[in-house]
């Protein structure tokens, strides 16, 4: 798909290291909670992102990490993206329960399902520190059971977020699914859990990418190709991928350690 | 209706092969791959390279325009990556900067690969590719083919080809590989910017067949070893005029990006096909059909 250039129609700050950009691309309307769009900053950098609010306007929440992102930081209203996409495997829709888990800025691919997706839905959000944790009060304004976790303690549990899950699994709350997002290290725990505990899963993975399109090979986790083959990828799959949570690949195809 | 081909001496159960630069980086990618006669491996050289940054992909009309900047782990990390690979066939695609260079990848890489394929032609990668010179292409081909035992496939674009693809005959090239992508270049008129990073890359796809087929007819004319045409193929159809233009064997790319790697398996299926309903008994009657 051909890239189109939009201008930034709304910048909102939502943490000191989190910023929303908001446009309106045809193509992006309809994208399925999940999907991502390469991210063109003229004469920067491209960058895989995934949609954090899908609808008559969409945006992408990026964190202030490297070079790119921290350009894009410095961009206002009115400045110029370009956008090809969406792509890839999208999450999919199913069960009553529901169980979402988010480490940092993962919250920001599982909005849009949150949003879209009905029955009865926890929520558990963590966070290095309490003013880092991402949606957290537009969380709080919808029909969900949300915990917080954050790692120095200064906002619900202290710890990790898959601290939290042992403790539901004591209490016995049984999920239909479960979905997550955030670092690879706590998807993998994520899904350790879910398959002790039979729950269907699904998490959404992130690798360096070039193409954004299934041809260069860049994104590859054991054979799947994470631009094309996911990046939501289920339990099943991810059992069987040696990679997941391991070891990922740097710009030159080598592998290093995640 | 049978499908066997070869280019010299490499044997191929399908004249369709996986063009390098495409879902080669890692063994689990060109394992997907078994349909294919043979797959040519990510193009590596003796260190690490990262490549140029991103955007070095964008997607046109017609094709697709890239500069990847040749990344790759380097030989003894790639090598890592293909031992005991599950493929029909491998073909290991190396770049070098001088003779020495050649000769000590393709040295390196012999063990792991069925046949060599000296990139020659990269559009976009300074004195790698196409930036080799014409006068030093004798000479390093002539000494990979001392380093190695296996067959050696030069790979050239179509900047200069007819004398370039002669001094690769000259060094003893058991075939050559024609074409690369087009240099080319695609501008973001709102914002005046040159969207790659690299600026300036290699078009692939539909667009460039016709140059590929002329090439391909042209260089049959120039020198005795085989050709594998490469460029634009997404059809069995495709296939065949590159075929009946003097192509032993081809190579899919860009076809990946537009029919997924199924290619292999539905092009293979759709020659036979063909081959039926025009009453060929075998694809090695098409080749250089449109040459009598």
């Known amino acids: ?258 | 209706m049978c499908l066997e081909t070869s280019v010299g001496p490499l044997k191929m159960k399908n004249p369709l092969m996986l063009a390098s630069g495409v879902l080669d980086m890692t063994r689990g990618s060109m394992e997907r791959f078994r349909e294919a006669g043979a797959i040519v491996t990510k193009s590596v050289g003796m260190g690490e390279r990262k490549g140029y940054g991103n955007p070095s992909v964008v997607e046109l009309e017609h094709g697709l325009l890239n500069a990847m900047g040749l990344p790759n782990p380097g030989v003894d990390e790639y090598l890592k990556e293909i031992e005991g690979i599950d493929v029909q066939k491998i073909v290991g695609s190396i770049f070098g900067k001088d003779e020495h260079e050649f000769a000590r990848v393709a040295k390196k890489i012999e063990v792991a690969v069925d046949a060599i394929e000296m990139n020659m032609s990269c559009p976009h990668a300074g004195s790698y590719g196409a930036g080799f010179p014409t006068d030093k292409i004798s000479d390093a081909v002539s000494a990979v083919k001392e380093s190695v035992n296996i067959p050696v496939f030069v790979k050239l674009g179509m900047e200069n080809i007819g004398r370039r693809a002669r001094a690769a005959e000259e060094g003893g090239a058991d075939a050559i590989v024609a074409i690369n992508t087009v240099r080319a270049m695609s501008i973001d008129i709102e914002t005046a910017v040159p969207i790659l990073s690299n600026k300036v890359g290699g078009y692939s796809g539909p667009a460039i067949k016709p140059i590929g087929v002329r090439c391909v007819y042209e260089l049959s004319e120039e020198v005795d070893i085989p050709i594998i045409g490469v460029g634009g193929i997404t059809t069995a159809e495709d296939v065949i005029e590159y075929m009946m233009a003097g192509a032993s064997a081809v190579q899919i790319g860009t076809g990946v990006y537009y029919r997924g790697e199924k290619i292999f398996e539905e092009i293979s299926k759709e020659l036979r096909e063909w081959l039926e309903a025009h009453e060929y008994g075998r694809i090695k009657d098409v080749i250089g059909a449109a040459r009598a």
């Not at chain 1, 997550?180 to 990418?209: H, Q, T, W």
Request: charged share 30%; glycine share 10%; proline share 4%.
């Open chain 1, 1 to 258: 798909m051909p890239m189109r250039v939009h201008a930034i129609e709304k910048v909102v700050e939502n943490t000191p290291i989190h910023k929303t950009f908001y446009f309106n691309d045809r193509e992006c309307r309809n994208a399925e909670p999940g999907q991502f769009i390469m991210v063109w900053i003229p004469g920067v950098d491209e960058m895989p992102m995934s949609l954090s609010v899908i609808g008559k306007q969409q945006a992408v929440t990026v964190e202030a990490k490297g070079e790119g992102t921290k350009k894009m930081h410095e961009m206002k209203e009115g400045d110029k993206i370009g956008i090809r996409g969406p792509y890839g495997k999208g999450f999919s829709l199913s069960g009553e329960k529901k169980l979402f888990v988010a480490g940092g800025t993962g919250i920001a691919p599982l909005m849009p399902l949150i949003k879209m997706s009905g029955g009865k839905k926890t929520v558990i959000l963590g966070a290095r520190s309490s003013h880092l944790l991402l949606f957290e009060e537009e969380l709080k304004s919808m029909d969900v059971e949300l915990h917080i976790s954050t790692d120095d303690g200064s906002e619900g549990h202290k710890g990790f977020v898959t601290d939290l899950l042992e403790e539901m699994a004591d209490a016995d709350k049984k999920f239909d699914v479960a979905y997550a997002c955030g670092p690879e290290i706590m998807m993998r725990k994520v899904l350790d859990f879910c398959l002790e505990n039979s729950i269907p899963m699904e998490a959404s993975l992130e690798r360096y990418m070039k193409c954004g399109i299934g041809i260069c090979g860049s994104c590859a986790i054991d054979g799947y190709h994470v631009c094309r083959d996911g990046p939501v990828f289920e339990s099943s799959i991810l059992s069987k991928i040696e990679d997941f949570g391991r070891w990922k690949r740097d710009e030159s195809g080598k592998k290093v350690e995640i």
